[in-house]
């Protein structure tokens, strides 16, 4: 539903759930339970004008959560949603000021790129690769 909702119904849902439910929701027991609320943010963040707008009114929290999971004992699944959420914030093109401006989250993905999971090694690329893309010199 998320995924491929216009910008309206994206703010809604995430106003609707609140930053509260969202760390809820990523601090559950249920390992399907984080996936999926991971999914979640990472379908809010699914076009480039609207990572924008959303990090625009919720980046600070968004960002939050990322380093909740990143930082916590998870399994490598749930670490590899949580990079490819950074990966979606750096498509951005003003977005991705919330990770460049962070050097906790840059050193945190440059950790995951040299990781012996293939999986966050791959993610972590992504995200590099997202945050120098450049449409214009």
């Known amino acids: 539903m998320a995924f491929q909702s216009d910008q309206r119904i994206k703010v809604q849902i995430i106003t609707t759930l609140g930053s ?5 929701l990523l601090a559950d027991q249920d390992i399907q339970v984080v996936m999926k609320t991971l999914g979640l943010l990472r379908n809010l ?3 480039k004008s609207q990572i924008d707008h959303v990090m625009n ?13 990143l ?13 490819c959420i950074l990966a979606n914030i750096g498509d951005g093109d003003t977005a ?42």
Not at 57 to 69: D, E, H, P, R, T
Not at 71 to 83: H, I, N, R, S, T
Not at 112 to 132: D, E, F, G, R
């Open 96 to 137: 991705k000021t919330f990770i460049m401006s962070n050097e906790d989250v840059l050193k945190k993905i440059t950790n995951y790129m040299i990781h012996t999971n293939p999986k966050l090694q791959m993610a972590a690329v992504v995200c590099v690769h997202n945050l120098s893309y450049a449409e214009e010199n």
């Open 20 to 24: 509260d439910q969202i760390f809820r």
């Open 71 to 83: 930082e916590g004992d998870k399994v490598a699944d749930v670490k590899e949603q949580a990079l």
């Open 57 to 69: 009114l919720y980046g600070k929290q968004i960002m939050q959560a990322v380093v909740f999971i």
């Open 45 to 47: 963040l699914s076009n």
